[in-house]
């Protein structure tokens, strides 16, 4: 029997901070990093920790999450026994940007819960990039006893997102607040171990308050249960806004945090897609880039991510941008902190520009 089963929760958006680039899509199909999607990370994690049962709470726009998990092979979870369980989301969900675990979605997919008879359960959301083996939590959530461990960082900048306060010399959770102080606070990063009797009475007693968020119904419960906290020291890249997606797009510049992300013994699982290698043509000149496989460059790159089948022609030039799928680039266009969606088509000598706090994003499809 596995002790653990999974819970990824995709039904949230924040269309207002990311515009164009979650009008068609939820958030854990969101493109990152050349090759990946928002929800290969926790779904990796999980996997790589050895969890084998895994459930997806899905939005209304779940057409592009669905194309790219599809049955789990990729994952190892196409399997006669546990598996990726496709679950729907309460309509609603999308109407709300900070709260990640709808206690709605977890009650009309209570049978999800009650056919299982793993001991406890690991919910993620789909907004933070990190890479971690779980097991040392899930241990230490056994060994103490707890009905609810909380995953958090310590951090020392102003964030939003929802900070525990943490008992003075002890790790147990007695409220939380969503800011921190001038020199930070312990954020909760939407990931979270729960006890499942626990879990099901929360269910039960709360059925009728189904626009709570479960997180912040356990944390006022605190007196009632026993709240822990576990530490993250490595590397996350938050995705609460645009400019969250950008800053996290290029800490990938950073030999370290790549290493750390996709070169350790867990590895980031995605979908495989045969492209050919990348071409560089004569005259073409790359510094400081992420180019993923099947591009062609025939003009300039620098400091910029380009995704799968990208064409950049001959003189164009392409600076501090992130271009998504299928992207062209014109003759001696010039491209600086840009993002392009998929398929978007910009014609030759135009320009475009942005600023590192005010991006200029193309939407998918569209021909400039």
């Keep these: 029997m596995d002790p653990v089963i999974g819970l990824i929760s995709t039904n949230y958006s924040n269309v207002n901070d990311f515009g164009v680039l979650l009008e068609r899509r939820c958030f854990g199909s969101l493109p990152f990093g050349g090759r990946y999607r928002l929800i290969d990370f926790p779904l990796s994690n999980m996997v790589n920790s050895g969890i084998r049962s895994i459930g997806l709470i899905t939005p209304a726009y779940y057409r592009s999450l669905l194309d790219h998990v599809g049955s789990g092979a ?11 369980f496709f679950l729907n989301g309460a309509p609603y969900g999308l109407s709300s940007g900070s709260a990640k675990f709808l206690l709605q979605d977890l009650l009309i997919n209570q049978e999800f819960f009650q056919r299982d008879s793993s001991e406890y359960v690991l919910f993620s959301a789909s907004n933070k990039v990190f890479n971690i083996d779980f097991n040392n939590m899930i241990d230490t959530h056994i060994q103490s006893g707890a009905d ?7 951090i020392k900048v102003q964030h939003s997102g929802m900070f525990l306060n943490l008992k003075e010399g002890s ?56 709240l822990r906290g576990y530490v993250f020291s490595g590397y996350v890249g938050c ?75 001959k003189g164009a030039v392409v600076r501090n941008s992130i271009i998504l799928q299928h992207g062209t680039v014109g003759e001696y266009a010039y491209l600086d902190n840009v993002v392009c969606d998929k398929f978007v088509s910009v014609s030759s000598h135009v320009t475009l520009t942005g600023t590192p706090e005010n991006v200029f994003t193309v939407d998918k499809n569209h021909s400039i």
């Excluded at 609810?148 to 310590?154: A, G, I, N, S």
């Excluded at 979270?192 to 419960?221: E, P, T, W």
């Excluded at 880039?289 to 620098?302: A, H, K, L, P």
């Design 239 to 313: 995705m609460d806004s645009l400019n969250d997606y950008i800053t996290s797009s290029r800490d990938l510049f950073d030999r370290d945090i790549t290493r750390e992300l996709f070169w350790g013994q867990n590895r980031i699982m995605t979908k495989v897609q045969d492209s050919p290698p990348t071409k560089f043509s004569p005259g073409s000149n790359v510094t400081n880039s992420y180019i993923s496989s099947g591009c062609i460059i025939e003009g300039t790159v620098e400091n910029s991510i380009l995704f799968r089948n990208v064409h950049i022609k």
């Design 74 to 84: 990729e994952w190892s979870l196409n399997r006669k026994h546990g598996g990726l």
């Design 171 to 226: 790790n147990r959770v007695v409220g939380s607040s969503f800011s921190c102080g001038s020199e930070g606070g312990d954020l909760f990063l939407d990931c979270m171990l729960v006890s499942k009797n626990v879990l099901m009475r929360i269910m039960d007693g709360y059925s009728s308050f189904g626009h709570l968020d479960l997180a912040q119904i356990l944390i006022d419960c605190q007196s009632q249960l026993d």
């Design 148 to 154: 609810v461990t909380f995953l958090y960082k310590p």
